[in-house]
């Protein structure tokens, strides 16, 4: 079976990117998404859609982009399925709420195709707490656990082992969060790939909003803000060093608005003394540094 | 001629951390130095010396290293005559001042030798203001450029330039600030640039510290300190995405707190909207965005 066409593509991007921003408008209910539409010059180009709230979700970007064109000589250099003419499509989600009790949420759907007749779908969907609940992160996890067991080609085990392998930040020997899923290059079946990766993206409101909606009342002072700014001196870090799109976008001159658009609206670094036994603090750190939770599978 | 002994190289890091650090203490009056002391597991190990204060110096990190051992394959990939065992000394620092009327201050020094027979100095000294002083950029590079004629073997107009190329984000098409002197692999006579390098070492307290010591009491607001935090995001972005030293330490292991001690304590990411013209926020972005300026030669 074939997968999809470009258009259909695209269109779905398009239409995960305006359920997830209404969505997050009415939940945020004070802030309103802008929508900057931008071109590339080498072909195609994008609709960068960012959030920046008095209200519950302090900063948001989730942007769409569809481009085309002479394969860059890093991408050839790395993948022999590259070709010498690439077309790639995407949406990119990103949540920093300001509520230091409701953890960071980051989701991306990918789609590539290459003159070399290559085709391919990445993507995934990840939590960074600031502090741990465990109920978020199970129930998280074991929603997108059902989200797979809808499709045969779906592999939670591996690709929720994969997404903690990619989130972790070796410099610091962390993970970036409580993970949740990542795939990359899976060409099997992208008719059904491409089945799976509409109802995940259509599952993304429901997997994060509910979420953040019952952590944004819990209280909290200057103290919990200090350590959300140094938790998001992390994501920084991650995101600058580690991550490879962010990286390859930046190298190859990509539109550094769209691909900065998911750092957090504010950082620190502060000296790492570490925190306290038994403190929440020390809590997150130590999950964070130990071996990985099969999160699906743990009782609340 | 022949070049320093390496305990001499060392002696002379430690003498400029340990005259920096008291100067810095004395200016700021309020902070000290910590002082901690580590060991390389591959051999040799440093001493990181940081301070935060409540006073004009928010942040400051003066950090000592000497390592040696086999050559990371990294390095011995991009150069010929790295080796096959390399040992390396050097000292940087980085000072924070709390005033954003003050500029953000960098400076190291480095010696290098390989068991190939190599041996060479780099280093270089750099401002980075907030808002522009056309006579802390100007006073800040005829320093440079008098101790440069003090030494045949110093190049100002060469190091210049390579300061301009190197403190450079081309994904903003910035330059980090207002530039220096930045030299590398000088080896041609090693006992000339020893005395140049000692020379430089010694001068990096009157360089700096008449700058920072004429604008802690310039009058600022919030606007000032959001502006200050955002170009903070600017320095984050440099140092981790293209910075050759700290990529190159995040990847090879290096010690992470010592690396990393360069980050400004706070820094935020708003959205780009463009300063208005006429503002001091729009003069420092169009000189940043523009050609390099040849600040010794400036009159004031």
Same mark, same amino acid.
């Given at each position: 079976m074939t997968g999809p066409s470009r258009a259909e593509v695209e269109h779905l991007m398009t239409e995960v990117q305006e359920s997830f921003c209404a969505a997050t408008e009415e939940l945020d209910g004070a802030g309103r998404f802008t929508t900057e539409p931008w071109e590339r010059p080498g072909g195609g180009g994008g609709v960068t859609r960012i959030l920046r709230s008095e209200? %519950?979700?302090?900063k948001a970007a989730v942007n769409v982009s569809a481009v085309w064109g002479p394969t860059p000589d890093r991408l050839s250099e790395s993948m022999a $399925? +590259?070709? !010498?003419h690439f077309y790639a499509t995407g949406v990119s989600i990103i949540v920093h709420p300001r509520n230091p009790h409701a953890p960071t949420f980051h989701a991306n759907l990918r789609y590539f195709e290459t003159d070399a007749g290559a085709a391919w779908f990445g993507g995934g969907a990840d939590l960074t707490p600031v502090y741990l609940s465990r109920r978020d992160a199970v129930e998280f996890h074991r929603g997108l656990a059902e989200v797979c067991a !809808?499709? %045969?080609? +779906?592999d939670y085990p591996t690709w929720k082992r994969q997404c903690d392998e990619y989130f972790f930040l070796p410099h610091r020997g962390e $993970? !970036?969060?409580v993970g949740g899923i990542f795939f990359d290059?899976? +060409?099997?079946d992208l008719a059904a790939l491409w089945r799976f990766v509409g109802d995940l993206g259509r599952s993304l409101t429901s997997l994060y909003l509910p979420v953040l909606a019952r952590r944004v009342d819990t209280p909290y002072g200057e103290a919990e803000t200090v350590w959300q700014e140094r938790r998001r001196g992390r994501y920084v870090e991650f995101n600058l060093v580690w991550d490879r799109g962010t990286r390859f976008g930046l190298e190859t001159g990509g539109r550094t608005e769209s691909i900065l +658009?998911?750092? %957090?609206?504010r950082a620190r670094w502060d000296s790492d003394e570490d925190p306290p036994e038994g403190s929440p603090e020390r809590e997150l750190l130590d999950l964070l540094r130990g071996d990985p939770v099969d999160w699906a599978s743990v009782s609340i």
């Open positions: 209200g %519950p979700v302090e $399925a +590259a070709g !010498r !809808r499709h %045969p080609v +779906a $993970a !970036r969060g290059h899976e +060409a099997d +658009a998911s750092l %957090p609206p």
